[in-house]
């Protein structure tokens, strides 16, 4: 099982992204899907995470500015940057927290390779 980011880049202040992850490999069910990003010499944080009912939980700085989302087949989850902001720029990682089969009592968390989000002030 693999997660592929795309859809980050440059953007200027005030621009959008939309950022895409999506899976490959079958898996039995996905928990919850997330985002999360991490600045050069920050720590990592959360940005946003949904569930397959469609709850969703946003860190504060994202709250009004970012919408997370997934697809129909809960294979893949998608960020929409809006009002991008300087302090917005990092590398930005999907997470799935995966069931992969049926009578498998854990959930295993599977990171994407990362996807770099550059907003220059």
């Known amino acids: 099982v693999r997660l592929v980011e795309s859809g980050g880049g440059f953007a200027p202040a005030g621009g959008s992204l939309r950022l895409s992850c999506v899976r490959s490999g079958s898996v039995f069910s996905v928990k919850r899907m997330g985002w999360y990003r991490q600045g050069v010499g920050k720590e990592r944080e959360m940005v946003a995470t949904i569930t397959p009912r469609g709850d969703t939980q946003y860190a504060e700085f994202a709250k009004g500015r970012f919408t997370i989302s997934m697809d129909n087949d809960k294979t893949a989850s998608y960020l929409q940057l809006n009002q991008l902001k300087p302090e917005d720029t990092a590398t930005y990682s999907c997470?799935?927290?995966?069931?992969?089969?049926?009578?498998?009592?854990?959930?295993?968390?599977?990171w994407g390779q990362g996807t770099p989000v550059y907003v220059p002030s």
């Open positions: 997470k799935q927290e995966i069931q992969y089969y049926k009578f498998s009592t854990v959930y295993v968390d599977v």
